[in-house]
């Protein structure tokens, strides 16, 4: 029995625009996803999950005025507390990152790393850093 083709409603195609964005976007962030949400995939992929995580909190915007707020993106979630004070200052050819250390412990060391993501809103261009400088003062 075949069953007629139905147009797809305005609210199906605001989803499918949503989704489309943020797999497009999120794609070009494999690689740390893969890493970040690798215990919270359950019985699916990571990818999945951070698809799943961001998609109701990161997507802004109205039907087919679709864009992603990237201060709201999480690419990797876990117990550890985020940086204590974070600051951010950019110069001509460089972004400075810093923050406080907090208090040392079995879950905080000086010599934990973190993997930081600069985001910047050009369409389809994702930068890499393949060697990051950091100093502890």
Same mark, same amino acid.
Do not use: C, H, W
């Given at each position: 029995r %075949?069953? /007629?083709?139905?147009?797809?409603?305005?609210?199906? *195609?605001d989803q499918?625009?949503?989704?489309?964005l943020l797999?497009?976007? %999120?794609?070009? @962030?494999? #690689? %740390? !996803?893969?890493? +970040?949400f690798?215990?919270? $995939? =359950?019985k +699916?992929?990571?990818?999945n999950? $951070?698809?799943?995580?961001?998609?109701?909190?990161i !997507?802004t =915007?109205?039907?087919a005025?679709?864009?992603?707020?990237?201060?709201k %993106?999480?690419? #990797?979630? =876990?117990s550890?507390?985020?940086?204590?004070? /974070?600051a951010?200052s950019?110069?001509?050819?460089s972004?400075? *990152?810093?923050w406080? /250390? =907090?208090v040392q412990?079995?879950?905080?060391?000086?010599?934990d790393? $973190? !993997?930081?993501l600069?985001c910047?809103?050009? /369409?389809?261009?994702?930068?890499s @850093?393949?060697?990051? !400088?950091?100093?502890? @003062?």
């Open positions: %075949l069953f /007629p083709v139905s147009e797809a409603s305005q609210p199906q *195609i499918q625009l949503k989704f489309k797999n497009r976007f %999120l794609r070009r @962030l494999i #690689s %740390l !996803i893969k890493l +970040g690798k215990k919270n $995939a =359950g +699916g992929n990571a990818f999950a $951070a698809v799943k995580y961001n998609f109701n909190r !997507i =915007g109205t039907s005025n679709f864009s992603i707020d990237y201060t %993106l999480v690419f #990797s979630r =876990g550890l507390a985020g940086a204590n004070n /974070p951010v950019l110069g001509l050819n972004v400075k *990152i810093n406080q /250390p =907090g412990n079995r879950f905080n060391q000086y010599t790393r $973190a !993997i930081i600069v910047y809103e050009e /369409p389809d261009q994702t930068v @850093l393949i060697r990051v !400088i950091t100093t502890l @003062l």
